[in-house]
């Protein structure tokens, strides 16, 4: 779970500023809490199951150093301790873990070099982009690299009659866009924390954001990708072309959170600039209205751009935060975004519009120029942080339902905070039916923690009960590990280590995430005695 305690709250995140260390923003953020002590649901280096640990290899740490020093400029190789524990965490602050070495590679080459290292002394290793990650999936080892990709900034190519873009991995999601701007284009996947986050990391979260309704996930933008693979090989996944013969590599490692190997360059596509963009705001008196408007809108074929919805809780956070000036006594809000030609947008408002009013909107409001666009996406956009203001302590959950299952969860999430004493605001994508519920708590409240962990549980297990998911786009990292089981029988998670062993039988990328217990290498230790069925049945084979 997202816990995000007192000292470590998500609103640091969201203040790009120069890094401490290759001007990586999220470093930055985390570079003052790097004194504070102990926090509840810390994972301390020794602990070694947490984090899936296989026990000191100093000497393979000393030689992939060496190694590193080698191909890297100084600069670039960070063994001292207080600087090393700038990267101790990422955006899910309380799990924290000082890595052995940290490395911040300028080229593919190097960094391939780097993994070849760990490959040949068997040293875990961690890719990490700016660390806005919200599952823990760039906590670093104790006993492995930390690979950093914020030096690997360069647009490589804008091709605008390909409508592609080849980037490193550690361009900024916004930048992309930026770059792309002029020749009319953009970048449609854009998470909340676009100012600062990476592609390379949205590559491995498969990232969505407010406009994935419409455009899809980062799966969907992605088509090709240099990888470093874990033996420290550079392969080409995809490409320019629309489609490549042979298994879809490219979509196996969008989505696999670092476990697999680094992508060191990333080939997305452009969307071209809609013709027209109108932005609606609708208050509700409740979330089971904006949950029916929603369901309605896209029920009759309308697919907006964006569909956004706060609660009261959510939006009295945001208006404390940025004064957004939503609708007074709204228990509710939804932000509607219409794009494309003017013809289709202008008949899709119409119809919109009907949707909500009947629907009981009390307040339909159309922002007219940049301005008043920008302002009610504020109040959504800055809503994480913004719940800071009202909580010092917030768990973001992350978990996603059939949008037509909306009023039903949203009033059994009420239930349960009503029930609990817990308070829970929610802002969430409802097109999606992706699910931020905030959970908020007072750590110096004894049992606090504890309650709202319960509740922010309770909720994934609603998610799962109504045929949705551990999680939308923050994936699983260390955080959600221990929640595929109930998502997923040993059969399906024996099949995905299967396809991790494939590319990593040394288990040495990203090891201890996203799998409850590893299995199926053979030299890493597995609760599970029998063979896979596709092993036993000669169809496949453990590595
Ligand atoms: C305020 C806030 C709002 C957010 N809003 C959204 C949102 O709307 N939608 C959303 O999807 N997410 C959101 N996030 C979560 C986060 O920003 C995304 O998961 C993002 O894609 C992480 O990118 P990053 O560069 O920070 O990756 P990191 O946190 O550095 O890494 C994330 C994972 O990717 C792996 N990784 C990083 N780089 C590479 C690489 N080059 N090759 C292979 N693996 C790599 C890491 O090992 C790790 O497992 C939000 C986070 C914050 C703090």
New binding site residues.
Partial sequence: MSLSAGRAR??N??EPGPGAEGNDP?TSAHGTETTAGPIPGNVAPEDTTATGERGANPEGMAAVTRRAREVLAPTNVITDRTRLRTYEC??LANYRVTPALVVLPETTEQLAAVVRACAEHLVPF??????????G??LPRADGVLV??SR?RAIREIRRADQRAIVE??VI?LDVTKAATSSGYYYA??????Q???????????????HCLKYG??TNHVVGAE?VTPAGDVVQLGGLATDAPGYDLLGV?VG?????????S?TVRLVRQPEEVRTLLAGFASTDDAGGATSAIIGAGIVPAAIEMMDALAIEAAEAAVHCNYPDGAGAVLVIELDGASIEVEHEFREVERHCNEHGAFELRVATDATERALIWRGRKSA??AVGRISPDYI?Q?GVIPRTALPEVLRAIAELSSSSGVRVANVF?AGDGNL?PLVLFDDSVEGAGDAAEKVSGAILDLCISHGGSIT????V?IDKAAYMPKMFTDEDLDTMQLVRCAFDPNAIA?PG?VFPTPRLCGEVPGRKKRAHPLVEAGLAEAF
């Fill in positions: 998500e609103g995140h969201m999220m990422d955006g961690v890719a990490r982009g700016s660390g806005t990650g919200l599952s999936g760039a950093v990709t690997m991995p550690g999601n996947p854009d998470p909340s924390s676009q600062i986050c990476s592609i390379g990391g949205n590559l491995a979260e498969n990232s969505g954001g407010a996930f980062t990888f490692v696999s959170e670092g476990t697999l190997g680094v992508a060191t990333v994480f942080a973001v992350d994508h931020h939308g786009e923050h994936g990292g990203n995430k």
